[in-house]
């Protein structure tokens, strides 16, 4: 089964009169791209959420932002006393000095450098926080992998549809390309009559013969049938049993491409050629819809 390489997931948990909300977002992306938020105070955590989130997603960019909100009243953050006074006594002085008179706000102060600071937890609680958030990030993971999930089954059900449509249109080459060569020893056949009528001459059997043997073998596109016909077995086959695919379904999609160009080249026929140009519409839609693979 496939999956797509959109989705979405978030959870929200407390530990220890904090809460921690995760949220893990998932875009499309060649390759596995993580960037990773982390509120202050807790970078700790980046290596193994990065490690976690590669253990479980193999492509796209994948958004993980950490939020941590105070339960209890300081449990985040701390506010450096000394030198919030220092500072209060100083603007005083300075105040006094100058002769202005005015108040002096406190909630202004707390915006300057180094007065408010994270708490930084010891080594036993950071490993305890870890814990804890690493399994909230387990459970995000499993609710992004589940919209994962359900995304893919339109994926597939899409990718399906052109892929029989293609088949179609391939049967209906297959059906006329038997007939190419017949066509083009009548069509030759009736063109040198009339050119040989006119200078009243005859053409040996053997030369026209070996004229169109030459041409059967350069317009004989049936091992190129055989290996689009396989192209979209193994397309389908690699749709039902494997969920990490985008890469490999990309691949098979230039494979298929490059047979149906092979064979507008080579076959002459009107009817083939429509056909070939519907096939090569369809393999652009499934390349499209392949990027949204994971």
């Known amino acids: 089964m496939l999956n797509s390489m959109t989705g979405y997931g978030e959870v929200v948990g407390e530990f220890d009169g904090i809460s921690y909300a995760v949220e893990i977002k998932a875009v499309n992306n060649r390759y596995l791209k993580t960037i990773i938020k982390l509120p202050e105070g807790t970078a700790f955590l980046e290596d193994d959420i990065d490690k976690e989130l590669r253990r479980h997603l193999s492509r796209g960019t994948i958004n993980y932002v950490l939020r941590v909100k105070s339960v209890s009243a300081n449990a985040l953050f701390e506010i450096d006393e000394a030198s919030l006074r220092s500072l209060v006594m100083k603007l005083k002085e300075i105040s006094a000095s100058v002769g202005v008179q005015g108040t002096i706000d406190l909630a202004s102060l707390l915006d300057l450098p180094g007065i408010v600071q994270p708490v930084v937890p010891e ?38 549809k052109h892929c029989d449509a293609i088949q179609a249109e391939l049967e209906t080459i297959r059906r006329c390309s038997g007939s190419v060569t017949q066509d083009y020893a009548r069509k030759l056949r009736k063109r040198v009559d009339e050119l040989l009528a006119e200078a009243k001459l005859k053409l040996d059997e053997q030369t026209l013969a070996r004229e169109v043997a030459i041409l059967a073998d350069r317009s004989d596109i049936s091992e190129e049938i055989t290996r689009l016909d396989a192209h979209l077995q193994q397309f389908a086959q690699i749709c039902r049993t494997d969920g990490q695919a985008g890469r490999r379904l990309d691949f098979l999609s230039q494979e298929m491409l490059r047979e149906a160009n092979t064979v507008a080249s080579k076959a002459g026929d009107a009817q083939i050629a429509r056909s070939v140009v519907d096939i090569k519409c369809l393999i652009e839609r499934l390349k499209e819809q392949i990027q949204n693979v994971e």
Request: glycine share 6%; with cysteine; aromatic share 6%.
């Open 123 to 160: 080594e036993e609680q950071c490993l305890r926080i870890k814990e804890f958030v690493l399994g909230l990030t387990v459970t995000a993971l499993d609710k992004l992998k589940h919209m994962r999930e359900a995304e893919g089954r339109f994926l597939e059900a899409d990718l399906k």
